[in-house]
């Protein structure tokens, strides 16, 4: 009896050193930003899931998902000009689309497969500087910019990003789908097209 | 004194034995081949889910990879991946990608794919990363 009783305290003891050592070893943590109570510099390219409205991630994926696929299409070839235009944001949301285009601009810039030619929005600076060089007198002729000499864009980009938005007592899922399409500016037809579906769901 | 050290000792056997056992149940490699295998930055495991297909191709000057990944287990597991792209000197292409979540339920199989910043970049790995669900 008293060799039973001295079994199961030391098996007790065992079991209670695992239990300990099991507690004691660390998961793996996930590449994803949580809600919490404190201010940390985190990883910009981490999945953001804090709500279910428009993020960080859904621009970057789609941006990458658009650039990648732009890059692939033979109608790069021959580095072409590009211009931007506008994309309608037709969701319930404020959503800053020309944020998701100047990423995806500057993805397209960097590839050196595109020339981006100033967008109606960036004009006005662009013809100012040029009145500024040639109508004050302050410029030798010599490395003066003429006027005249802009490249006109082949091809424009535009756009639009819709949301579908499903709620019930206790779940909401929120259907992104951003559409881009590249125009071919002198006969209008498409030469480019692609989309990028995000699918959010998220329960009290 | 001497069987009680024997005891102690079977009794540490059983509890590690436990301790290991759910690391010993997830047998699956992360990938088919050891080519593969190369390929990938597996933060841990990937719960199941193995890369079984790989292949590289350049369009319009561009690499372009498309992995092929399967569940092989019968829970759903969420994993996230994201493609780094080297020049031919080593160097990092571009960024960094954002980490993309993909959702592959029991015994299903998915495609991922990356395409390259630009035409500078020759080589490239996969990062993922993996939770049960």
Known sequence: MKRISSLSKSCALVVLLGLTLTACQTKLSQPTVSLARQTTYGDTKAVETVTNEFGSTDLQMIA????????????LANRPTMTLTGVRNKTSEYIDTKSIMNTIQTALVKSR??????????????????QRQNQSGLYKAQGKAKVGNMSAAKYSLEGEIVSIVKQSANTKDVFYKMTLKLYDIEDGSIEWQDEKEIRKTSKR | MKQISKQFAACAA?????????????????????????????????????????????KNDVMVVQAETVNL?????RIYYRFRWTDAAGMQVGDGE????????????????????????????????????
């Open chain 2, 14 to 58: 059983l509890v590690a034995a436990c301790i290991t056992a759910p690391a010993m149940a997830d047998p699956v490699p992360n990938a088919s081949s050891p080519g593969i295998a190369a390929k990938l930055i597996v933060r841990g495991t990937l719960e199941g889910v193995q890369v079984t297909d790989l292949r590289s191709q350049r």
């Open chain 2, 98 to 133: 954002v980490w993309k979540p993909l959702m592959i339920l029991g015994q299903q199989s998915q495609f991922i794919k990356g395409t390259a910043y630009g035409p500078q970049a020759t080589d490239f790995k996969i990062e993922m990363s993996a939770e049960p669900r």
């Open chain 1, 64 to 75: 990458e998902k658009m650039v990648g696929s732009l890059l692939e299409d033979p109608v």
């Open chain 2, 73 to 77: 287990t019968n829970r759903d597991v």
């Open chain 1, 113 to 130: 497969k595109v020339k981006f030619t100033r967008s109606a929005d960036e004009m006005q600076q662009g013809v100012d500087e040029l």
